[in-house]
Each structure stands twice: as structure tokens, then as C-alpha cells.
């Protein structure tokens, strides 16, 4: 973390937020309010402050994630172009609901507002990878290669 403050000015410490707790998430899987009340002492900000942005990102988790993060966006373009298709579709070939994690702790699924690649719907952000123009085919050939 020092590495990443001393980026900052001292009197801007807060605009490290972001990065700060990337970098506790990389660590630790996820924000607990534990690592986001020590990303807060370290800015010199209220824990809330710390919460409010882990909670906006999407690409930020409070919560425990499996090992691969599926990001489906059904925003309007990717939802004229089959993307609520491919979640059903999602939900029943890991058995998990929106939301949910896969029992050997392999897959989270989750249904994301925008993902910005509208050109290229329906589109799924695998952990930080995107996948574009997607059909129910080549989802399940992306699984299936997946260790």
C-alpha cells in the first residue's frame, strides 16, 4: 500500500482509494469490513467513505466470489442481442441463480448494468477478460476451457 500512497499527495491521500483497495482485494479475494476500515485509517477517511466505493464498482466485492467471476451485462444492447437468453442460460449450466456461486467454489454469476462494449453485445467480463458476441456455444466452450 505504501507504494501506492506515495503516488498521491499527502494532502490527497483519498484519491487512492480506488487503487487501494484493488490492491486488498487482490489479496484477499474480497473487501471485508475489517481490510475497508484499514484502507480507510491508511487514507485518513471514514470507513463508511470506504464502503461507499466498494460497494458502487461493480469490480469491487464485499462479499466472498468464486475462483472465475462472470460479469453478464443485459444492458439494452447486450439484452436485444440474447444477453438475458445467455443468463438463463448461465444459471442453468452452473445450477447457481444471479448473484449466486457454484458449490465447489469455481464460478460466481453475476448480471452487471454495462459493461461499455455495445458494439460487441451480448458481452461478459470473465475476472478481467471480456468476451464478445457471445451465443450460448461459445459460453460453454469458454467454461469447458477453463482449468
Known sequence: MAAILSRYPADRKRAAMLPALRLVQEMKGYLTPETLALVAERLGVAPAAAGEV????????????????????????????????????????????????????KFTLREVECLASC??????????????RLTPETVDALLDSLP
Not at 458494439?119 to 464478445?132: D, F, I, K, M
Open 54 to 105: 466498494a460497494t458502487f464498482y461493480t469490480m469491487l466485492r464485499v462479499t466472498p466470489v468464486g475462483r472465475y467471476v462472470i460479469d453478464l451485462c443485459t444492458n439494452v444492447s447486450c439484452s436485444l442481442c440474447g444477453g438475458e437468453r445467455l443468463l438463463r442460460h448461465l444459471e442453468r449450466r452452473l445450477g447457481v441463480p444471479v448473484g449466486g456461486t457454484t458449490p465447489d467454489g
Open 119 to 132: 458494439g460487441t453485445a451480448p458481452v461478459l467480463q470473465l475476472n478481467e477478460e471480456y468476451h464478445e
